[in-house]
């Protein structure tokens, strides 16, 4: 990877917790960091924040057409990209509730608009080369029932939570399949347990700290050079559910999320 003052990485999710963290390290060690969220003025005050060679980019990923929008602006700006940090997500302990598109809302934002973006977003990211692909995951994961992948019967938010989170992790395996030999890699991981974020309502047990050093060493440390497929506990690499090294389920999620994504 090119030294990190060097870089231009692309944070979804990066006006608050993890993504706002991260986005001010980078920042300070001189990378071009590009903040995304949803709301114009959280991100007027994150790139306050943040400082350096920051800038902003709104879109809701309860949308695809703002996903595509958000990638088209990336595309527009930059024609090089060394780093996409999918880091945007919702829990859901409530109701059932739906995208714009229609998709149960928890499988759109956290894992099928990350799909989107980084599908509109690997040739830039290919003709960046060396480039890494991160997913902000969790060790919370649950195979995918396919037969409902929507959830439309006995909806369970934390089901809903921890599907999304292994659809990303099957994706950084495929990604990892298809982009060998590219010099672009992905990886995903767990940052830390019951970190202190919006997304935390039990008693925190790590620090933001503890997870922006994990995330950040996906994303810049030279000793990662060419590990890509892989899933990081905190600093430490650690074993997916079961499904995520399924061939046969990988298929059916990648058929899912294409036709899901087709416009």
Avoid: C
């Avoid at 990350?114 to 994961?141: D, E, F, K, M, N």
């Avoid at 006995?154 to 992790?169: I, P, T, V």
């Avoid at 430490?236 to 416009?263: G, I, N, Y």
């Amino acid at each position: 990877m090119r030294p990190t003052d060097q870089q231009t990485i692309l944070i979804t999710g990066a006006t608050d917790g993890l993504g706002r963290a991260l986005a001010a390290d980078l920042a300070a060690e001189g990378a071009t960091v590009l903040v995304h969220g949803r709301d114009d003025q959280r991100g007027k005050a994150a790139l306050q924040e943040i400082g350096g060679a920051a800038s902003w980019y709104r879109a809701d990923l309860a949308s695809l057409a703002e996903t595509r929008a958000l990638a088209e602006a990336v595309r527009a700006d930059h024609p090089r990209l060394d780093a996409l940090v999918n880091n945007a997500g919702i829990g859901n302990d409530g109701p059932r509730r739906e995208s714009a598109d229609g998709h149960e809302l928890t499988f759109q934002v956290n894992y099928l608009s990350g799909y989107l973006l980084t599908r509109l977003l690997l040739p830039t990211l290919v003709a960046s080369a060396p480039a890494r692909i991160v997913h902000v995951s969790s060790i919370g994961q649950q195979a995918i029932d396919f037969d409902d992948v929507m959830i439309t019967r006995e909806y369970d938010g934390m089901r809903a939570y921890r599907q999304s989170k292994l659809a990303q992790m099957m994706f950084t395996v495929d990604l990892a399949d298809e982009l060998a030999g590219t010099g672009v890699t992905a990886n995903a991981l767990h940052p830390a347990t019951y970190m202190p974020t919006k997304m935390v309502t039990a008693t925190p047990l790590s620090t933001l700290e503890e997870g922006v050093q994990a995330t950040r060493r996906l994303v810049t440390d030279p000793d990662l050079d060419g590990v890509s497929g892989r899933f990081f506990n905190g600093l430490q690499e650690a074993r997916a559910e079961a499904q995520a090294h399924d061939p046969e389920a990988r298929a059916r999620l990648r058929a899912l999320s294409d036709e899901l994504t087709t416009p």
